[in-house]
Structures are given as C-alpha cells and as structure tokens.
C-alpha cells in the first residue's frame, strides 16, 4: 500500500469546504486565504509525485468490483497540475474580485470558497480517477458546484444561463454514463486499465464499438463544446464570475479531452483510425467557427468564450490525426491555453473592476494607465496565437507536425484530402487567432483614451500577482517544454503504438 | 353448499362497487366500503367452514372476525371525518369537496 | 431468516428475512427521525397525547406488515397501520385541507383493503392455508396459472397493494393526502408506508412463482405508466409539498420496473432504492414542513430565496434535492445507476432508455425548485423568518447524513441488498420451516 498522497489531493478540499463554508461567517474576505492554503496543500502533493508517476487503490464497494484509485502517469500530470495550478492562483485572484462583486457579505464568502473548493476537488478527481464510476461521479461533482456558482454569482440572465449550463452538460454526462453501462455490460468490470486490457483482448464487433464510442465521445465533446455541440459555453463562459470563467474555459472543458484520450481513444482505437478523417474535418470547422465568431465580438468574455472553442478546436484536431506528435501537441495546447486563457479571462475581470465594462468599443487606450496588465495581456494573446517563445508555440507546431505526418504516412501515395484540410488548418487557424488576438489588444488598449478608461489605473496587487506568476510560467515552459514532453510522450506513445 | 354463497358473496362485490361510484353521499359511501368488506367476510367464513368436509379451520374464522372489528375502526375514523367535513363544508355531499385536484 | 412461532401452517406467525430486515431498517430510522422533528413541529396542536400514539402505532403496522409470515398477521397490521394513518392525515381537522384529503384517501384505500381481503379469501379457497410459504407451496402447480379465480384474486391484490403504493391509475389520493398531513406525517407516508404496498408485490415472487411471466410484464407496463404521470404533473406543481408527492409517485414507478424485472440484480437494486428513497424524501418532507412551518406558506413563489435566509435547513433542503434528482456523491445516485445497469443486464434497452429520460425530466424539476427556494432573491414581502428549532433540524440532520454517507460508501449497503434480493426469489429456504416440520 502507497502512502495516501493523491487521495489527499482531492479529499481535503472536499472535507474541508463545509469548514470554509462555517468559517466564512467569521474570516468573511480572509476566508479566501483559508482555501488558498488549502489548494496549495493540494498542489504541493501533486507536483511533489508528479515526477514519476503514482498509483493508488482503495477498496470501495468490493461486491460490484468497483474501487476508488488515484492514477497520476505522463498523460494525468499534465492535467491535474494545470487545474491544481490555476485554481490555487485563482482563489486568490477571487479575494479582490468577489469583494467587487458581492461587498460585503460575509457569508457570501464562505459559500463561494465552499463552492470553490468542491468544483476544484471534483476536476482534479476526474483526471485522477482510475474507475469509470468514479470518473463519472467527480465528473458530476464538478458540475454541481459550478452550476451553483454561476447562477449565483454570474451576470445578465444568470439563472437561465446557469439551467442551459447544467442541462447540456448533465444531458452529455448522461450519455457518457450510457456509455460507460455499456461498457460494464461488453467487459464486466469498471476499472479503466481492465476495460482497455479486456476490450483489446476480446475484440468486439465494429459496429457496437461504433455505437459505444460514438455514446462515449458525444458525451465528452458536450462538454468540451465543439462545433453543434457548443450553444452553452458562450453564454456560460461570458456570464459567469470571471475567476470561474477563468476555470472553466481553461481548466474544466478541456478535461473532455483528457477523458476522450485517456478512455475513448484507449477503448476505441479502430473507430478513430476508420474515421480520422471526418473527426479532422469536423476539427478544422470549429477552429474556423470560432475564431470567426471571436473576431464579430464587441463582448470581452464572449470574445474570449468563442476563442476557447476555437482552440478545443486545435486539440480536437491534433486528437483526430492520431499520430504521437499530434496528440502530444494537443496537450501541450491544453496547458498553453490553460495559462493564457486564464491570464486573459483574469484580465478581462480586471477591465470589469477598474473600468466598469467588458465592451470593446467602450474600452480604448488602457496601455497608458496600466501598463503591466497591458503587458500581461499581450502574452497571453501571442500565446494563443503560438508566437515563439510561448508554449502555445510548440504545441501548435506539433500539431501540425503531427498532421502533416498523418498525411504522408499512407505508402500508396499522398492522401489528398487529407493534405488539404491540413493546409487549410494550419494557415487559417494561426492567422484568424492572431487576428483576433492583436485586433482585441490594440482596440482595449490602444487607440485614444476611452470615458471609461480615464478613471481606471493598474489593479490592486492581489488581482495582478496571479496573472504575473502563470505569464511566468507560460514563457519559461514555452522556452524550455521539454520537461513536459518527456513526462508526456512515453504514455501517448504506448496508446498509439498499441493499437 | 359451497357454490351459492360463493354468489351471494360476488353479488355483494357488485353491489358495492356500484354504489361506490354512484352514490355521492358520504355516509352511502361508507356503506359501500362495509358491504365490500362483508362481502370478503363471507368468503372467508365459507372457505373456512366448508372447503374440508367436517372441519372448521380457526385461523380464517379469526381473520373474519378481526376484518369485522377493523372494519368498526376503519368506519368510526370515517365517521369523525364525516363529521369535521360537515362543521367545514356544511354538507355531506362528496361533489362539493372539489378544491383537491388529486 | 427468523420464524415465529417455529412451524405452522395452523398458527399466525411471523417470518422476518432479509427482505423484511431491508424494510424494517428505514422504517425506524424514518420514524426515528420523524418522532424528533415532530417535538416542535407539533409544539402548538392539541391533541398531542393522541397524535404519538396514533404515530407509534403507525410504526408498529409497518414493521408488522413487513414481518407478516401469513395473510392474518399481514392483514391485522395492515389494518393498524390503514387506520391510524387516516386518522394523522386528517390531524388538523378543523381547517379544509386535512379534512377532504383524509376523506379521499379514507374511502380509497379502505376499499383498496376490503378487495384485498377478498382477494386473500380466494386464495384462501384455492391453497387452504394462509401460510405465505405454505401458499408458496400449494400453488407451485403450473395448471394455476389459467385458473380464472386465481387471476381474480390476484388482480384484487394487486388493487389492494397498488393503491397503498400509489401506482398509477391507482395514486389519486396520493397528491392531495401526503400534502395536508402535518409533515413529519408526510415523511413517514410517503417516505415509507408507500413501500409497504412494494413490499406486498415483491412477495408476490415468493407466492405464485408460476405467474412470473405474466408478473413481470403486467408490472413493468404499469411501473411506465406511473413514472410518467408522476414526473410529468410534478412539473406542474406550484406547491412544494404537491410537487414531492407526484415525484414520489414518479421515484415508486423506478421501484416497480427495477421489480418488475425480476433478476437478484434489479430486485436488490430496486430495494436499495426503497432505502435511499425513503432517507431522501422523509428529509425533503421534513424540510418543506420547516419552510412551511416558518412561513405558513407552501407556495413556491412565495417561498422563493428563503433557503437564503434560513440557511441551515436551505442546505439540508439541497441535499435532500440533489440526491433524489440523482447526482453523484449521494445515494439517489448508487440506486439508479444500479436500476440502469440491472436493466442493461437484460438487454432491455428500450426500457432503459425511458427510464434515463424519465430521470431526465425528474432532474428538471427538482433543479428548478433548488434555484427558486435557494438562490433567487428572497422576495420583498417574505415574512421574518427565523431558523428551524433545534430537534426539526436534528430530525433532519439523521436523513441527510445517512444520504451522504451511503452515497460515499454504499459498499455495506448495497451487499446487505443483494442479500435481500437474493432472499426475495429464494424459495427454498422461504419454504423450508414448514417442510421441516
């Protein structure tokens, strides 16, 4: 038996949110600080064991075969480390934030950072959970939370937004759960690893891995918005408290992924090789939808919310090409996305707090008045866009890489379609990112000074250490990534290759 | 001897499921729900008495006797109710309790 | 398995297996709860001295009802349980409400009970004994299965138990009796006498083992019919109370498919549901009696946001809401996906698939009603309020911490329900007292 490490990860924000939640009444704002030290406990233990990898197991209800592990390997440090990361520096972005947007209420702060601490515990369960059921119910428990926090704390018609939230993507879980009932019928047992080992073994009819994988994938895609799929996570994504948003759109929808390669593509490798091609095509339209819609946003959040799908995009498009170096991209973007995306949506709720507005065409000529924030917010752009130094860079490098290998791959000649959608791909995807990234700097804050932008200067220092410390890390993991890619690489290749 | 009460018994059902829905007084209710009951009794005490010739089994006849004093509670308890409902409503007729859309 | 006394066809006795152990357990633990929360929620009737009788024998005809090992026992309980059940329906007699509702389901289920006992007259008549094991044993004939009378029989039991459980068409009283009770009364009906009604169609399994064909088919149509007009009126409701009432209707028609499939699978999984059912909606009841005992209003416009001002038992209110709508983590949540997976054993897809959507609709509305009572706005013209007393908060503080504590660590419970799933189709051992002598 290891020692508890990971479980602690995930319990203690649990276990101790009806604590945050009693305290609050008395610590009021400093409450904040409470959870802070609490998920920087968390953090601490994942990036302490996330050198080597580590497992374990508890026995939870033996009758049915179901047990609760904890799996940190290449393709989960990643992930987990992400979300620790950012929720850690977003509880204390929150402090200045919820005291914008609440006043003084104290017990106002005690169920935000309840709510906070159960959301966080249920993503990093997620990316940690070796059991399908378990990967179902922190699932689950990161929905709740969010769904409560949005509808309590968002803006405009937050109620409804918050219901449409919870509606796609319960109706999406319900699906994957479908999917993982089915699953349990085909292999008889829930464990991630004995399914994979099962299902390779036995081999099961095409079709019914058809219609499993099909239920499996639609589920996940919900919640990562892809194209057809995506109708809530503007409105989400714009309305709600920006440190969610500075969640949810880096952190929470691109856990999809995690799952779609950790289980769909492990269970079903034979439906993305049948069709790899569709699932690049139906890639290449949500890069472009995105980014077009992003460029007709006068909204700095729904901008942002349009550009996430966009860059779900560039993911769903390295998963689709199903090489090694594709895939490897596709998490490098995750975590690129993770730390400019958050940077960015945490600079638009500085815009809320100083300047009163999200609108683009009421903002103009902040770079006078808060230079660093200006600054900060040009990375994070350029790091969407891929501009070398920044990880973003090397993730979208390797995703095309990884594409234009796909193409070539074929002995009987080169794949033309293929070869086109690829082209395509990669010369629209990089110019409509940077378009709309520089677009939006130069709009908010260049050009002459605006109403709104003469009253405002820099934040106070809580809300702009956060940004600095994951600019930081955006730049140094961008010059030197290859600490990522060897913890990365060796599993991506064992799922390819295995197939 | 078995057959004829075994009728009579059957017509009893009938006749108070017809008067179970036809009759909209309370108390004509009530004893709707007394006959059905007395009907179930007179089985009971038949099968007891005559399904093995020359043999009374004790437990069946029990059964009908605690059916008869359950039948007293269940009737007293509706009673009491009818009575609350006419201090209420001011009538005993169950088409004018209508404010429950059930 | 405990039998009392040790063999007789003769004698009344009482049989207590696993099945009734799963029935008895939140039949306490709901009573428990309920009997504390009653101490102030009942602070200012009269008539109190009356009104904890009338509760202690009402558990005491449940617990019987469930150990019954023949149909005399079953019947004396039965009716002990009927009575003093209309009588703390119709407690607050002197407003409308109480009156008319107590009235409806008095002459409903009376009558459900008279065909009942006509019912086990002619079973009586077929098999000679009253015996449940000794029924078991006289009808294992498969020539039974046409006989006319037998059928009859068995459809005036299914009248009898169906209307006891509200399966629908039979469920009319339902809606109006459970909300006029006082609601630690609501809690007890709809938390667990409900079930008394599953338990008499579980038993069937064990009685007329030949008609399982039949049995399973007749149950599964009516479980359909039931969640849906539970789940669809619920949505309408704009009284709380109303509206855990129809979803109780909707939670027995879960109940009645997971029996009505009949494997250990799905009948252990049905009756893990009889459990978690019976926490989450005697909390819920308890939880809606203490906004309304607040606010004098079940309204749900009126309560809107007042989970924002009383906040403890919002919270209790949200547990209570978020486990019976399914969500994981808590227990609603193990029981239905056990129902699905049993389902799904059976290849019977069709049936999940209404079953999923149904959980669908239930997730709507229990949704709506935890966004209205906790986080609008409370309105303007909201009384004061002030927090629940202290033993209506610990009543509901027992339902809510088993919710949470069996949707953590169901592994305990869900092995003692296969036990009892594993004992409702085993006859043998069912049987074997009265064959040892």
Same mark, same amino acid.
């Given at each position: ?43 601490? @233990? ?15 209800i033996?009758g049915m075969g179901w ?32 005291? $914008? ?25 997620t990316?940690?959970a070796?059991d399908l059921i378990e990967f179902y119910i922190f699932y689950e428990l990161?929905l709740i939370?969010?769904y ?15 219901f449409m939230y919870f509606l796609w993507t319960h109706v999406g879980a319900l699906i994957l759960l479908a999917s993982i009932t089915l699953v349990y019928w085909i292999t008889g047992t829930t464990s991630i690893?004995g399914v994979k080992?099962m299902l390779r073994s036995v081999g099961i009819p095409f079709t019914l891995e058809v219609g499993v994988a099909v239920a499996m994938i639609i589920g996940f895609l919900v919640k990562i918005a892809v194209l057809g799929l995506h109708i809530w996570?503007?409105?989400? $994504? ?16 691109? /856990?999809g992924?995690?799952g779609v390669?950790r289980m769909a593509l492990g269970f079903f490798p034979r439906f993305f090789?049948v069709y790899?091609?569709p699932l690049?095509?139906w ?25 996430? /799908? ?28 993770? @730390?400019?995306?958050?940077? @960015? ?36 752009? &350029? ?73 405002? $200067? ?11 410390? &994951? ?29 | ?7 009579? #018994? ?11 829905? #036809? ?8 004893? #709707? ?64 309790? !209508?404010?429950? !859309?059930g | ?10 004698? *009344? ?6 099945v009734?152990?799963f029935f008895?357990?939140p ?6 709860? *309920?009997?504390? %929360?009653?101490?102030? %929620? ?27 090992? +023949? ?12 009575? *003093? ?44 004994? =009253? ?11 498969p020539?039974?299965v046409s006989?006319?009378?037998l059928i009859?029989?068995i459809s005036f039991l299914i009248v009898g138990f169906g209307i006891k459980a509200a399966i629908a068409p039979m469920h009319t009283w339902l809606p ?14 709809s938390g667990?006498?409900i079930k008394t009604g599953v338990y008499g169609l579980l038993r069937f399994y064990i009685l007329f083992q030949p008609l399982y064909a039949y049995w399973g088919m007749t149950l599964s149509i009516l479980a359909f019919f039931t969640m849906f007009i539970g789940n669809l009126t619920a949505m309408l409701q704009?009284?709380?109370?109303r509206l855990l009432a129809y979803s109780s209707i909707a939670q027995i028609g879960y109940v009645t498919f997971a029996l009505s499939i009949g494997t250990v699978q799905s009948i252990s999984a049905g009756l893990l549901h009889v459990f978690n059912h019976a926490m989450m909606k005697?909390?819920l ?6 906004? %309304? ?22 919270? =209790?209110?949200?547990?209570g809401l978020l486990a019976i709508a399914g969500i994981p983590g808590l227990n609603g949540f193990i029981s239905e996906l056990l129902i699905i997976f049993a389902s799904i054993r059976c290849e019977l897809y069709l049936q999940t698939a209404i079953l999923i959507t149904n959980f669908l609709i239930s997730v709507a509305y229990y949704l709506r009603l935890l ?9 303007? +013209? ?24 069996i949707g953590?660590?169901p592994?305990?419970l869900i092995s003692m329900a296969e036990l009892a799933g594993r004992a409702a189709l085993d006859i ?10």
């Open positions: 038996m290891s020692l508890p490490i990971l479980i602690q990860s995930v319990l203690i924000p649990i276990l101790s949110a009806p604590l945050v939640y009693m305290l609050g009444r008395k610590l009021s704002y400093n409450v904040g600080w409470l959870a802070f030290a609490i998920l920087s406990y968390s953090t601490a @233990l994942i990036l302490a064991v996330s050198g080597a990898g580590y497992i374990e197991s508890y026995p939870w033996p047990s609760i592990g904890f799996k940190l390997d290449g393709l989960s440090i990643p992930f987990a480390s992400n979300v620790a990361i950012l929720s850690t520096v977003i509880a204390i972005y929150s402090m200045p934030y919820m005291k $914008h947007r609440v006043g003084d209420e104290p017990e106002d702060y005690g169920s935000y950072y309840a709510l906070y601490l159960l959301y966080v515990a249920g993503m990093l369960g990316v940690l070796t990161m939370p969010s409560i926090l949005i509808a309590r704390w968002g803006y405009g018609e937050r109620e409804r937004i918050a690893e080992a996570l503007p409105h989400a $994504h714009a309305e709600a408290p920006t440190p969610i948003s500075a969640l949810l759109s880096p952190a929470m929808i691109g /856990i992924w995690y390669i090789q790899s091609l690049a095509v890639a290449f339209l949500t890069i472009i939808y995105g980014g077009l819609m992003a460029l007709s946003q006068d909204d700095m959040k729904r901008l942002l919310a349009y550009s996430s /799908i966009s860059q779900m995009g560039y993911m769903f498009f390295g998963v689709a090409n199903l090489s090694i170096v594709s895939i490897l991209g596709s998490i490098l973007i995750y975590l690129s996305h993770g @730390l400019c995306k958050a940077v @960015l949506f945490m600079v638009s709720g500085i815009l809320i707090h100083e300047a009163g507005t999200r609108r683009i065409s009421e903002l103009g000529g902040l770079a006078s008045r808060m230079p660093i924030t200006t600054i900060v917010a040009i990375i994070g752009f &350029l790091g969407l866009a891929g501009v070398p130094p920044l990880l973003g860079f090397w993730g979208e490098l390797y995703i095309f890489l990884g594409s234009i290998y796909t193409v070539l791959k074929p002995i009987g000649g080169l794949d033309t379609i293929r070869f086109i959608v690829s082209i395509l791909t990669v010369t629209s995807a990089v110019t409509l990112t940077a378009g709309y990234g520089l677009w939006t700097v130069k709009r908010v804050f260049f050009e002459e000074i605006s109403k709104a932008a003469e009253e405002s $200067h820099e934040p106070p220092s809580l809300m702009l250490a956060p940004l600095l410390v &994951l600019a930081v890390l955006a730049i140094i993991l961008g010059i030197y990534p290859t600490i990522l890619m060897n913890i990365v690489s060796p599993v991506i290749e064992g799922l390819i290759l295995a197939s | 001897m078995l057959e004829p009460i075994i009728l009579c #018994s059957v017509a009893l059902i009938a006749v108070a499921l017809y008067g179970f829905y #036809s009759k909209k007084h309370m108390i004509k209710m009530i004893i #709707s729900i007394e006959i059905l009951i007395n009907a179930a009794n007179i089985l009971i005490v038949t099968f007891g008495a005559y399904r093995v010739p020359g043999y009374v089994e004790l437990l069946p006849q029990s059964l009908a006797i605690l059916s008869i004093s359950s039948a007293g509670g269940v009737t007293a308890v509706a009673l009491a109710l009818i009575l609350a409902v006419y201090r209420v409503y001011g009538t005993v007729d169950v088409r004018k309790l !209508r404010r429950l !859309r | 398995m405990l039998v009392y006394p040790a063999s007789s066809l003769l004698h *009344s006795s009482f049989i207590v297996d696993m009734s152990v008895i357990l039949i306490l633990l709901v009573g428990l709860a *309920s009997s504390i %929360y009653s101490t102030s %929620y009942m602070s200012r009737d009269t008539g109190l001295n009356s009104y904890y009788t009338l509760l202690s024998a009402m558990i005491l005809g449940m617990i019987g009802v469930v150990s019954a090992g +023949d149909f005399f026992t079953f019947f004396l309980f039965w009716e002990i349980m009927s009575i *003093s059940s209309y009588a703390l329906v119709a407690f607050r007699k002197d407003r409308w409400e109480p009156v008319e509702a107590g009235f409806k389901y008095l002459v409903m289920s009376s009558a459900g009970s008279a065909l009942m006992l006509s019912g086990i007259a002619i079973i009586y008549g077929i098999a000679g004994t =009253l015996n449940f094991a000794g029924i078991a044993l006289a009808t294992r004939t020539t039974l006989d006319p009378w009859l029989a109006d009796a459970h909300p006029a009770a006082p609601s630690p009364i609501s809690s007890l009906l667990v006498m704009t009284d709380v109370k005697g909390l009841f308890m939880a809606a009696g203490a906004l %309304y005992h607040a606010t004098g209003s079940r309204d749900i416009s009126i309560l809107e946001g007042i989970g924002r001002r009383m906040k403890l038992t919002g919270v =209790l209110f949200s547990i966004q209205r009572i906790m986080l609008r706005e409370p309105r303007s +013209d909201l009384p004061e309020v002030e927090e629940a007393p202290a033993s209506m908060i610990a009543g509901m503080v027992i339902l809510a911490t088993l919710c949470v504590a953590v660590y592994g305990l043998g051992s069912y049987v074997a007292p009265i064959l040892g002598g």
